[in-house]
């Protein structure tokens, strides 16, 4: 399923509330503000935890928690970042806590694109492309993306954090050190080595695409991309359970 749309917030808020008013207003008590914010990014955050994750409910177990955390944390943001920074950083944390208390590979397929051109899509878990492919094309691009997802499942998880963010969504160095809290300089060394591992990972899928035969006009063949598996989108902001109101 698709993700749904984000709600619009509440007519007193205004579609022109900033991310640091609605966190100010959450910390002031405001009931419906953190659920506005929530709603504001949740396919980012969803992607991001979904491809960190490598399965749809370890990765809504690993969002919920990101978001319970910075529901309770709200207070301690300290505005050197962006709030969405802020919030990428906490979810991230949380699916990486999953991760090391788990230390089981997942083997589901994970919908993301390696291509440049989908780079940042906020709607990457689904793809209606892949409904228009025919039964040997769409088998492909799932083998393909199997493929993939073994991959980077076999990564450590602080260098499949690096990718995800850097190589998947879109992200610049210096936000993704804000992000996962360390040095830009470990970011690069952690995508460097990621990237040399996938290479040989990945390198029959990667000798597969090299050099492909001609058509029968001579034309170079067209060769396909990883592609995206359709899946259900993130939680609704209102399947999400919020702790109860502070005192």
């Not at 505005?79 to 806590?97: F, I, K, Q």
């Not at 694109?113 to 892949?130: P, V």
């Not at 939680?235 to 109101?245: A, N």
């Amino acid at each position: 399923m698709a993700p749904e749309p984000p709600v619009d917030p509440p007519a007193e808020w205004g579609a022109d509330a900033s991310d640091a008013e609605l966190l100010s207003a959450h910390v002031a008590g405001d009931p419906d503000a953190f659920g506005i914010l929530f709603a504001r990014h949740r396919d980012r955050l969803w992607a991001v935890a979904l491809r960190t994750m490598g399965d749809p409910e370890a990765a809504a177990d690993g969002l919920q928690d990101g978001l319970i955390a910075a529901f309770r944390r709200a207070g301690t943001y300290r505005g050197d970042a962006a709030v969405t920074t802020w919030l990428h950083r906490v979810v991230v944390n949380a699916c990486l806590d999953r991760i090391r208390a788990a230390k089981v590979r997942r083997t589901d397929p994970l919908p993301d694109e390696l291509d440049e051109g989908d780079r940042g899509s906020l709607h990457t878990a689904a793809d209606a492309h892949d409904e228009t492919l025919d039964p040997a094309e769409h088998g492909l691009r799932s083998e393909r993306r199997a493929q993939v997802l073994v991959a980077l499942q076999q990564l450590p998880e602080e260098q499949r954090a690096a990718i995800v963010l850097v190589d998947m969504e879109g992200y610049g160095v210096a936000e993704v050190a804000r992000i996962l809290d360390c040095a830009e300089g470990t970011v690069k060394s952690r995508c460097s080595r990621g990237r040399a591992r996938l290479a040989v990972l990945l390198a029959p899928l990667l000798d597969d695409d090299e050099d492909p035969a001609p058509d029968a006009d001579g034309n170079p063949a067209r060769t396909g991309d990883v592609g995206s598996v359709r899946r259900r989108g993130p939680p609704d902001p209102s399947e999400v359970p919020v702790p109860p109101s502070r005192p």
